[in-house]
């Protein structure tokens, strides 16, 4: 019998099997793919917090900048003194699976959870590890699967309210501009969401984020300028973008993307999933401590990870939904860029600017020019 079960070795598991295992406690971690951190299905942007938790010398580029093109055909110019990082995703997700083994973490990959069940005494697992049906027990088992968690599929009956649905490819036009992210809004971009291409060495990763429709004739928009014979890669996954009503259980918890604990405003899961894995930590070594593992006593994972991000999540959420509104009202956002088109403003968004944390930004510069809040609620 194991302490806990970690299902799944993206960032979240990985850290969550960190984490418990440098407590001592005795976690198996299980993860469906031969080979952790494949298929890629990420951009790979993420603040410097990140690597404070994860050790990883995934880095292939940093930007300070971004150009956010408008419906009108120009763009805002934004730049930040500190930089974020791109990096490459699967050997970041290699980088936190190796920490959580070399902290004693029992990782096995080539296993995939099919089933689990929670009764008074455990929880178990059951799953196909090389073509062979195997079961695992432990105290507590944790959902770290991902945006289709199986485990968020049988024991909580629940799927996050928002899914974005992408589409990226990896191209070989290689960007002149090293130093800034592109973002494309607007009808002919997106719809709810925006698309992007971020400039990562040799490659560029050109993407697009949409609500409820099919992605690739907003991708082929935005993908115009770089061109199709460019393209060397295809990858495409969805983002959950609310997070659960309740992310804990009797002997269970769900960590990032499987408990839907992902920004709103840009769709990075990356960083709140590495924090929900912290906290979920924190909670199950409490649970360990008082021998309680009713959802009751793991409630605590809740609280601790609202404390840390649940405001600026549910910030984010609401200005996302207005977004989402706008995002195929040009008229609009060209209003908007006319005005936002301001040295005062830029500066102030210059000043504030920060991924993990956006809505900070957009509340300091509603506040400089209330008439976006007519833009943006009344929608004239
Ligand atoms: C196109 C795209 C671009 C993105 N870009 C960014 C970005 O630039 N920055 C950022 O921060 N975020 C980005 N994200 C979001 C980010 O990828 C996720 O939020 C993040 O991967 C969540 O981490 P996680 O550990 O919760 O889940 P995942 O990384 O999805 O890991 C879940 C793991 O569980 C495994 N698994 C699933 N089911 C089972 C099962 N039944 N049994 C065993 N194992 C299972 C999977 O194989 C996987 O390894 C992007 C997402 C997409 C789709």
């Known amino acids: 019998m194991h302490d806990v079960i970690v299902v799944g070795s993206g960032p979240a598991g990985s850290y969550l099997s960190y984490s418990l295992s440098k407590k001592g406690y005795n976690v198996l971690n299980l993860e469906e793919h031969k080979e952790i951190g494949k298929p890629v299905e990420c951009t790979g942007l993420v603040s410097k917090r990140v690597f404070d938790y994860i050790k990883s010398n995934s880095r292939i580029n940093s930007v300070h900048g971004a150009n956010i093109y408008f419906p009108n055909g120009k763009y805002i110019h934004v730049r930040k003194t500190e930089e974020t990082i791109v990096m490459y995703r699967d050997d970041f997700d290699k980088d936190a699976s190796a920490m959580a083994i070399s902290a004693g973490a029992d990782v096995s990959i080539n296993s995939r959870v099919m089933d689990v069940s929670i009764n008074n005494e455990y929880a178990e697992v059951k799953y196909k590890k090389n073509g062979e049906i195997m079961y695992a027990k432990a105290q507590i088992v944790a959902g770290a699967d991902g945006a289709n968690s199986t485990v968020r599929k049988i024991l909580y009956r629940k799927r996050p309210e928002k899914i974005i649905s992408t589409y990226q490819v990896d191209s070989a036009a290689r960007l ?9 809004i607007g009808s002919h971009n997106s719809r709810g969401f925006f698309g992007w291409a971020v400039p990562s060495g040799d490659i560029t990763r050109i993407g697009v984020g949409v609500d409820r429709v099919n992605a690739i004739k907003y991708f082929k928009n935005i993908n115009k300028t770089y061109g199709d014979n460019k393209i060397i890669g295809i990858n495409a996954g969805p983002i959950p973008i609310r997070y659960l009503k309740k992310t804990y259980g009797n002997r269970s918890v769900l960590v ?4 839907g604990i992902v ?42 990870w609202k404390k840390e991000i649940g405001r600026e999540l549910k910030m984010d959420a609401r200005i996302q939904d207005y977004y989402s509104r706008l995002s195929i009202n040009d008229r609009l956002l060209n209003k908007i860029y006319n005005a936002i088109n301001n040295e005062n403003i830029i500066n102030k968004i210059n000043s504030l600017g920060d991924i993990d944390y956006p809505s900070r930004v957009v509340i300091s510069v509603i506040f400089k020019r209330p008439q976006l809040l007519k833009y943006l609620i009344f929608r004239k």
């Open 176 to 184: 002149e501009d090293q130093d800034d992210v592109n973002v494309y």
């Open 256 to 259: 990032g993307d499987a408990a």
């Open 263 to 304: 920004k709103p405003l840009s769709g990075g899961g990356i960083y709140t999933g590495i924090v929900s894995a912290k906290n979920a930590a924190e909670a199950i070594d409490r649970s360990f401590q008082h021998e309680d593992f009713s959802e009751k006593s793991l409630s605590l994972y809740e609280k601790l």
